[in-house]
């Protein structure tokens, strides 16, 4: 059973919206942060944004904050990515994360390696 399923990605102009789904399987949504990280051709895996489980906080990249909302429904075990204006330097394949811990610090909330259970990915392009 895939722990994480994302989906939403695909073909977009500059400027428009899309919003990323990102169901969680079980014991992988039980814990603690879910989070957003993506990964454009040629670059290393970036941070994107991170919620705990109970939502109060919400921890974004710098330069996504204002453009990117992540939210959370744990009563569908689902986390969402709503991405607005979006612009061709954002395509990317993005990917889910789940971690068994609750970060309260966006240093290590930001961090990929603590996220236990990951995502294959959905491709977000944005054509100029």
């Known amino acids: 059973q895939v722990p994480l399923a994302e989906s939403g990605g695909g073909l977009v102009q500059a400027g428009e919206s899309l919003r990323l789904s990102c169901i969680a399987s079980g014991r992988t949504f039980s814990g603690g942060n879910m989070a957003w990280f993506r990964q454009a051709p040629g670059k290393a895996r970036e941070f994107v944004a991170s919620?705990?489980?109970?939502?109060?906080?919400?921890y974004y990249a710098d330069s996504l904050q204002g453009r990117f909302t992540i939210s959370r429904d744990n009563a569908k075990n689902t986390a969402f990515l709503q991405m607005n204006n979006l612009k061709p330097e954002d395509t990317a394949v993005y990917f889910c994360?789940?971690?068994?811990?609750?970060?309260?610090?966006?240093?290590?909330?930001?961090?990929?390696?603590?996220?236990?259970?990951w995502g294959q990915g959905t491709q977000v392009t944005v054509s100029s």
């Open positions: 994360a789940s971690s068994l811990t609750i970060y309260l610090n966006r240093e290590l909330a930001s961090r990929d390696q603590s996220y236990y259970y």
């Open positions: 919620i705990p489980r109970n939502g109060e906080f919400t």
